[in-house]
């Protein structure tokens, strides 16, 4: 391997485990949607039914798929930054992952590379005979000694 491919992987191992070390870090994480709500409650006489309404809230919902179901949760405002904590935590994972990746397929273009070079043919510096014998700037000359370029010319 070239000392210049080793220095390209040696940086890109470093790299790597340096974005590999923060995963640790983060803390839980969870995925899903909070929204905020506001709504009409059953009272006829409240003031979430005039015009223009005065509705009720705001409610806090957390909205995710778990295990292929969509589930529901009204969440408390303490709940709220608990979860926006944790949703930002699997962000910071996904793209975590997504480098990891990047470096991954970036050293693979390194060694596929060097494993290229290596399987190539090594070219040996003996003169191409087809070169000695014609006409000069043409290496494949005709049966009758003349190139097939001449041929062409009128």
Not at 85 to 102: F, G, I, K, P, S
Not at 110 to 115: H, K
């Amino acid at each position: 391997m070239s000392a210049d491919a080793e220095r390209q992987l040696a940086r890109l191992r470093a790299r790597f485990h340096q974005k590999a070390q923060q995963l640790p870090k983060l803390g839980f994480v969870i995925r899903g949607t909070i929204i905020e709500r506001f709504s009409r409650c059953g009272s006829l006489g409240c003031g979430c039914h005039d015009d223009p309404p005065r509705l009720h809230g705001p409610y806090w919902q957390w909205t995710a798929k778990v295990n292929g179901k969509t589930v529901t949760r009204n969440l408390s405002d303490h709940q709220v930054e608990r979860y926006r904590e944790w949703m930002d935590n699997a962000l910071r994972v996904d793209q975590l992952v997504h480098e990891l990746h990047e470096l991954s397929a970036q050293a693979d273009e390194v060694l596929r590379t060097l494993e290229r070079e290596a399987a190539a043919p090594k070219k040996k510096n003996r003169p191409n005979p087809s070169r000695r014998s014609g006409r000069a700037g043409s290496p494949h000359p005709t049966a009758s000694g003349t190139s097939a370029s001449d041929a062409r010319r009128p």
